[in-house]
């Protein structure tokens, strides 16, 4: 049978093993996570004073590992070697999650400096047009000179009458 790529493929039997990259890396980050605490280190502490303190005062029948304590040695160097991938691991997924969000933070800081530029560009226009906007004041002066230049063409000060309005 062909494989069409527009249907999911059926399940059947694999070779090797099937997991979820996904569930795996949330699980190398918390045990990473529990890795890097005092906590996790008072534990371990502890474990080795207790394995040791067993092996050199416990009656010799329940010993199981005498001293130059090869069992804690090779238990210690597998914790290690789970450890490191773990911690690389969770690493790994970190700084892909912060490439992800300086690129968002690049990003929105572009849109800003956008938005300042033309904001910035919009009051400079504003400021443009209002030094070509009359004012009240200079309205004001205005009109006093013309007053002043309608006396002078006139001559001295003669009141107009003024006709009263008629009803309609």
Not at 108 to 126: K, S
Request: proline fraction near 7%; aromatic fraction near 10%; avoid cysteine.
């Amino acid at each position: 049978m062909t494989e069409r790529l527009d249907q999911p493929r059926e399940l059947g039997l694999r070779l090797r093993p099937h997991y979820d990259p996904e569930a795996f890396g949330r699980l190398s980050e918390q045990i990473a996570r529990f890795l890097g605490t005092a906590r996790f280190i008072v534990y371990m502490t502890v474990f080795v004073a207790v394995w040791i303190l067993w092996n050199v005062f416990a009656p010799q029948g329940l010993r199981f590992d005498p001293f130059p304590f090869i069992f804690l040695t090779l238990m210690l160097s597998l914790q290690a070697s789970y450890a490191a991938p773990l911690i690389l691991l969770a690493q790994n997924r970190q700084d892909d999650r912060d490439r992800v969000q300086n690129e968002h933070d690049r990003r929105a800081a572009e849109r800003n400096q956008a938005d300042v530029e033309y904001l910035t560009r919009e009051i400079a226009a504003l400021r443009i047009a209002l030094g070509e906007v009359a004012t009240r004041d200079y309205l004001r002066s205005e009109l006093q000179h013309l007053a002043e230049d309608l006396r002078e063409a006139r001559g001295p000060y003669e009141p107009v009458p003024v006709r009263p309005k008629s009803p309609r």
